[in-house]
């Protein structure tokens, strides 16, 4: 992606309510070309540090916009955010994943959520040597991962500075407002995918009325507790499994076909022990493999082939989900007996995978902070807000299709469900009928199809 740099500009923006706007008004950003991409354009956005002291200190946060092709025939901005955390909003809004015809229809903006890309990001991985185990087997061995979090967290706030406190959900929304507004426009549509979904239905329930259109693909059900945040996830780890053995039986090009694939997993994983990266790292190499999917990958990661294929988060997820998803989820283990507690739930419904790679690991990298959550978890509460399309994977080891479920019957009627019949995690590119209902929705808001079938790799 493109790799955004800060214009200088400044956008003045006074706080409001979320039913009315800001007293004072506020000026259009003024845009500039980007150094790296022809057709992108570049700003900054300046908002409070703290929307509760709107006249107080204030942070710069990226902006990138690609125009309209078709001026002409504009019908306003989409905001888009490709999730992470950690992933840049700006630099998403210059990518190709956007059809032609959308973006010859919308000016598609980005704007850098606090703590990521060029938005005073918080970048702590330094920080982050030694970690102990994240599967503690006794007390001594949790408070020891305790003492390590505090201390991770006590650092990286005091490097990063007061936005550390300031970076979750409901805060990127007014954010987003602050945005609308600089562009001067009544309504916006939104795009989010995976942890992008968590701002857009902060900015549902915060701004309705100013919504036009909203995609939420993949989504984050910010309802959920500690136990369903890892065990749902766990849940959809083994049934992707399901999915990539069942691949195996029906594909002669499977390297492990005509064998009892679930067999070859279990030794596997005993000869694993005995490997650099231990039974946890091929765990972990089989999530990416699924969340792909890359079941090539997959099969051959049982059958001990050599290879590797690149897979990784955002470049500073690791140090932004201690100020975001720490503080937009109650993952308050504080005590050995709770993670015992969660841990047996999580095997119980993932003997396949052991657990959840992603859900495990944030909660654990939450353990031990104190104080309740900035943007507490909550049933989606929205009403002035237009249909929102919410689309998933049936298949999704990283956002559940339970999720997605959950989050239509929160709100059935401004919500409409989309399943792609298919696997992995972000559903939108996946095939013609996903791309061509989300294009449709977004262009003539007219509501898709209910199903997608899935299409074989």
Same mark, same amino acid.
């Given at each position: 992606?493109?790799?955004?740099?800060?214009?200088?500009?400044?956008?003045?923006?006074?706080?409001?309510?979320?039913?009315?706007?800001?007293?004072?008004?506020?000026r259009?950003?003024?845009?500039?070309?980007?150094?790296?991409?022809?057709?992108?354009?570049?700003?900054?956005?300046?908002v409070?540090?703290?929307?509760?002291?709107?006249?107080?200190?204030?942070?710069?946060?990226?902006?990138?916009?690609?125009?309209?092709?078709d001026?002409?025939?504009?019908?306003?901005?989409?905001?888009?955010?490709?999730?992470?955390?950690?992933?840049?909003?700006?630099?998403?809004?210059l990518?190709?994943?956007?059809?032609?015809?959308?973006?010859?229809?919308?000016? !598609?903006v980005?704007?850098?959520?606090?703590?990521?890309?060029?938005?005073?990001? !918080?970048?702590?991985?330094?920080l982050?040597?030694d970690?102990?185990?994240?599967y503690?087997?006794?007390?001594?061995?949790?408070?020891?991962?305790?003492?390590?979090?505090?201390?991770?967290?006590?650092?990286?706030?005091?490097?990063?500075?007061?936005?550390?406190d300031?970076?979750?959900?409901?805060?990127?929304?007014?954010?987003?407002?602050?945005?609308?507004r600089?562009?001067?426009?009544?309504?916006v549509?939104?795009?989010?995918?995976?942890?992008?979904?968590?701002?857009?239905?902060a900015?549902?329930?915060?701004?309705?009325?100013?919504?036009?259109?909203?995609?939420?693909?993949?989504?984050?059900?910010?309802?959920?507790?500690?136990?369903?945040?890892?065990?749902?996830?766990?849940?959809?780890?083994?049934?992707?499994f399901?999915?990539?053995?069942?691949?195996?039986?029906?594909?002669?090009?499977?390297?492990?076909?005509?064998?009892?694939?679930?067999?070859?997993w279990?030794?596997?994983?005993?000869?694993?022990?005995?490997?650099?990266?231990?039974?946890?790292?091929?765990?972990?190499?089989?999530?990416?493999?699924?969340?792909?999917?890359?079941?090539?990958?997959?099969?051959?990661l049982?059958?001990?082939?050599?290879?590797?294929?690149?897979?990784?988060?955002?470049?500073?997820?690791?140090?932004?989900?201690?100020?975001?998803?720490?503080?937009?989820?109650?993952?308050?283990?504080?005590?050995?007996?709770?993670?015992?507690?969660?841990?047996?739930?999580?095997?119980?419904?993932?003997?396949?995978?052991?657990?959840?790679?992603?859900?495990?690991d944030?909660?654990?990298?939450?353990?031990? !902070?104190?104080?309740?959550?900035?943007?507490?978890?909550h049933?989606?509460d929205?009403?002035?807000?237009?249909?929102?399309?919410?689309?998933n994977?049936?298949?999704?080891?990283?956002?559940?299709?339970?999720?997605?479920?959950?989050?239509?019957?929160?709100?059935?009627?401004?919500?409409?469900l989309?399943?792609y019949?298919?696997?992995?995690? !972000?559903?939108?590119?996946?095939?013609?009928?996903?791309?061509?209902?989300?294009?449709?929705?977004?262009?003539?808001?007219?509501?898709?199809v209910?199903?997608?079938?899935?299409?074989?790799?």
């Amino acid at each position: 992606m493109t790799r955004v740099l800060l214009a200088v500009v400044m956008v003045l923006v006074s706080a409001g309510s979320a039913s009315a706007e800001p007293v004072g008004g506020t000026r259009s950003v003024e845009w500039a070309p980007c150094p790296d991409d022809a057709e992108g354009q570049c700003g900054t956005l300046s908002v409070p540090l703290d929307w509760d002291k709107p006249r107080g200190q204030r942070v710069d946060l990226a902006v990138g916009r690609h125009r309209a092709t078709d001026p002409a025939r504009r019908i306003g901005v989409l905001l888009a955010d490709p999730g992470g955390p950690g992933g840049s909003a700006a630099e998403f809004a210059l990518s190709g994943l956007f059809s032609a015809e959308v973006r010859a229809r919308f000016d !598609i903006v980005g704007l850098d959520s606090r703590g990521t890309g060029n938005s005073a990001a !918080i970048r702590c991985a330094d920080l982050m040597t030694d970690a102990p185990g994240t599967y503690p087997a006794d007390r001594a061995g949790f408070e020891e991962l305790l003492k390590y979090n505090r201390r991770v967290v006590g650092q990286c706030r005091e490097r990063s500075g007061p936005v550390f406190d300031h970076a979750d959900g409901a805060t990127v929304a007014r954010d987003m407002d602050a945005l609308r507004r600089a562009l001067g426009e009544r309504k916006v549509s939104y795009f989010g995918l995976s942890y992008g979904t968590v701002y857009g239905q902060a900015y549902a329930e915060l701004f309705g009325d100013r919504v036009r259109a909203m995609v939420l693909d993949s989504v984050v059900d910010h309802s959920v507790g500690v136990r369903g945040f890892v065990g749902d996830r766990a849940a959809a780890a083994d049934d992707s499994f399901v999915e990539f053995a069942r691949w195996c039986e029906r594909t002669e090009s499977c390297v492990l076909h005509g064998q009892n694939v679930y067999d070859a997993w279990e030794a596997a994983l005993v000869r694993a022990d005995g490997e650099p990266g231990g039974r946890q790292g091929l765990l972990d190499g089989m999530y990416y493999a699924l969340r792909g999917p890359d079941w090539v990958w997959a099969a051959d990661l049982i059958a001990g082939r050599p290879g590797f294929r690149a897979a990784s988060f955002e470049p500073n997820y690791e140090s932004v989900r201690l100020a975001s998803v720490c503080q937009d989820f109650s993952l308050r283990i504080n005590n050995f007996q709770e993670y015992s507690r969660v841990r047996a739930d999580e095997l119980r419904r993932s003997p396949i995978m052991r657990g959840s790679y992603l859900g495990h690991d944030e909660a654990m990298a939450c353990a031990g !902070i104190t104080g309740p959550p900035a943007n507490p978890p909550h049933r989606l509460d929205v009403h002035d807000v237009p249909k929102i399309l919410v689309l998933n994977a049936r298949h999704d080891p990283t956002t559940p299709y339970e999720w997605a479920v959950n989050i239509q019957r929160q709100a059935p009627r401004n919500t409409a469900l989309l399943t792609y019949e298919g696997w992995g995690h !972000i559903a939108y590119p996946r095939s013609a009928c996903t791309r061509g209902g989300v294009d449709a929705y977004l262009l003539g808001l007219t509501t898709p199809v209910a199903s997608c079938p899935a299409v074989e790799q």
